[in-house]
């Protein structure tokens, strides 16, 4: 990128990789969709952009946007260690009692 954004630009850049219009990105900055025209208008110019995508594309590259994980990814992350920590748990129980399950459907493979 050949150019310093304004953080309003970034603002703006940020709306526009989130899908919003410029209505809504209007509405969440509190200024007019002209306004957020207008700042897209200079970031466009200011790295090379041809469109919107292209705009969300070029920063991304350049790192100025940062993917940030969703919600529901942290919250089956979450889940899944939830789900080992009982699975280990399970086999030590398994272990303990000398239960002739081991290695039954669900429990195989898991160390």
Request: aromatic share 4%.
């Given at each position: 990128?050949t150019a310093e954004l304004s953080n309003r630009e970034r603002d703006v850049l940020v709306g ?96």
């Amino acid at each position: 990128m050949t150019a310093e954004l304004s953080n309003r630009e970034r603002d703006v850049l940020v709306g526009v990789s989130e899908g919003l219009t410029n209505v809504r990105i209007g509405r969440k900055l509190s200024i007019t969709p002209a306004t957020v025209s207008m700042h897209l208008t200079r970031l466009f110019r200011k790295i090379g952009a041809h469109d919107r995508a292209h705009a969300v594309a070029i920063s991304f590259r350049a790192g100025v946007l940062v993917a940030e994980p969703s919600v529901e990814l942290w919250r089956m992350e979450a889940r899944l260690e939830e789900f080992e920590r009982d699975n280990v748990r399970l086999r030590q129980v398994i272990e303990l009692c000398g239960c002739p399950h081991r290695g039954t459907r669900g429990l195989s493979g898991v160390a």
